[in-house]
């Protein structure tokens, strides 16, 4: 789209026929990144996508070379950021100078500008909305002929109007065609059904309790309570794991989405499993690299990831040890948790990370488990940007990998 060669008006006409005609996502926000560079002579443009289940900004289209995805915290402490949250537009003169004259919490940080060999001077931001709700925040950098002007601004968020509409309908056909609102609403569906089953579990439960307590009772009732209060609890259990994973599903975070330390985390699980360890004659350590490792991620998440992986490492070892490992590798915090259990036959792992399956040794063994648990922590891990890795062979154990990515207080705005 040769917009230098239109005005104004042409150029936005282009742009929103253009923009009608396609639902893709992407598609839609290259083209606003193109427009928006091209028609205000910028050397770089970047449109950032609301991700709402983690409270993120994600660059959906970058115009110059940028190395990776670019992940900003909804919050005022960044130029994006701070346009989300206030839904002001704004041009900064100097990226480097006093950002005070905006906001007194605004900085820019030139580590990026490092990794990239670029530098930043002017900066214009603006949301794009949609009925009063954010949809995405617009952000252009360094005018080639001269510094951006309160002119330019105004060219920017009559672009941005047209793209907070478009972005919203590409939504809806994007959720569509990946079937992500009928995961939403099957997952809310899965937290009222297993919520009824509850109730009637729990009374069973303190029922067989009370049989159990019956004096001079015949020995084939006291095993057949026993038997009974067994299966209450494993159902107790698997209601548990289905509400865990309903919830992950929702797209809802489960605590607060905050920077967190994941050494300590990691210690206070660490401390919990070690009880559980030396019971089964187990040996078990942690290995840390530094005191603190921050990340962004959702609190009660965190909790689920490490009480699975750590729990799980415990529970699938008969004899031998558990090792926890906490490093720094590059631009990631991992956590790394290595047992010398059952380990899972190479068969058996492309599929496990799927809903309710169960490696075939472990169904085989007396350990109760639902298969749930697994599925939920890698659909949280990956929804911040991370990823889980696993290495296993049977019979000799397994390593799970969890890669989140290191936060720093001066991400880029």
Not at 165 to 193: G, P
Not at 325 to 331: F, G, I, V
């Amino acid at each position: 789209m040769e917009c230098t060669r239109l005005n104004n008006n042409e150029c936005l006409i282009e742009l929103y026929d253009q923009m009608l005609g396609d639902t893709d996502i992407s598609s839609v926000l290259r083209v606003v990144a193109d427009v928006a560079c091209a028609n205000l002579k910028a050397e770089r443009a970047t449109v950032y996508l609301v991700d709402e289940s983690t409270n993120e900004l994600q660059s959906a289209a970058v115009i110059g070379n940028v190395p990776c995805s670019i992940r900003l915290p909804i919050k005022e402490s960044s130029l994006a950021g701070y346009c989300a949250v206030t839904g002001r537009s704004f041009v900064v003169p100097d990226a480097y100078g006093d950002l005070s004259v905006i906001d007194e919490r605004l900085h820019f940080d030139r580590s990026w500008d490092k990794k990239t060999k670029f530098r930043t001077r002017d900066v214009m931001c603006t949301p794009a909305m949609f009925k009063g709700k954010i949809m995405g925040v617009i952000q252009v950098l360094n005018g080639k002929d001269r510094s951006f002007q309160e002119s330019d601004l105004n060219v920017l968020k009559n672009i941005s109007h047209m793209v907070g509409y478009a972005l919203y309908h590409a939504k809806i056909y994007d959720d569509l065609a990946t079937m992500k609102k009928l995961e939403m609403e099957k997952a809310r569906f899965m937290q009222i059904m297993v919520h009824e089953l509850k109730s009637p579990v729990a009374a069973s439960k303190m029922m067989t309790d009370i049989l159990k307590n019956y004096k001079n009772k015949p020995e084939k009732m006291v095993s057949l309570t026993g038997r009974i209060a067994d299966r209450l609890d494993q159902m107790s259990q698997l209601i548990r794991d289905i509400l865990e994973l309903a919830s992950v599903k929702s797209g809802v975070p489960l605590g607060d989405v905050s920077e967190l330390n994941i050494v300590a985390e990691t210690q206070e699980h660490y401390k919990v499993c070690c009880d559980q360890a030396k019971q089964k004659g187990l040996e078990m350590s942690m290995e840390v690299a530094e005191k603190e490792l921050f990340v962004r991620f959702d609190s009660q998440g965190l909790s689920l990831v490490l009480s699975n992986i750590i729990g799980n490492a415990v529970k699938y070892t008969g004899e031998g040890s558990v090792k926890i490992k906490l490093s720094r590798q590059d631009e990631w915090a991992v956590i790394e948790v290595s047992d010398t259990g059952i380990g899972i036959p190479e068969a058996d792992i492309p599929k496990l990370f799927g809903e309710f399956y169960r490696a075939s040794n472990a169904r085989k063994s007396n350990i109760p488990g639902s298969g749930v648990g697994l599925a939920g922590v890698k659909n949280i891990i990956e929804r911040f940007g991370g990823r889980l890795e696993l290495q296993s062979r049977e019979n000799e154990g397994s390593i799970f990998s969890v890669y989140l990515p290191l936060y720093s207080d001066t991400w880029r705005s």
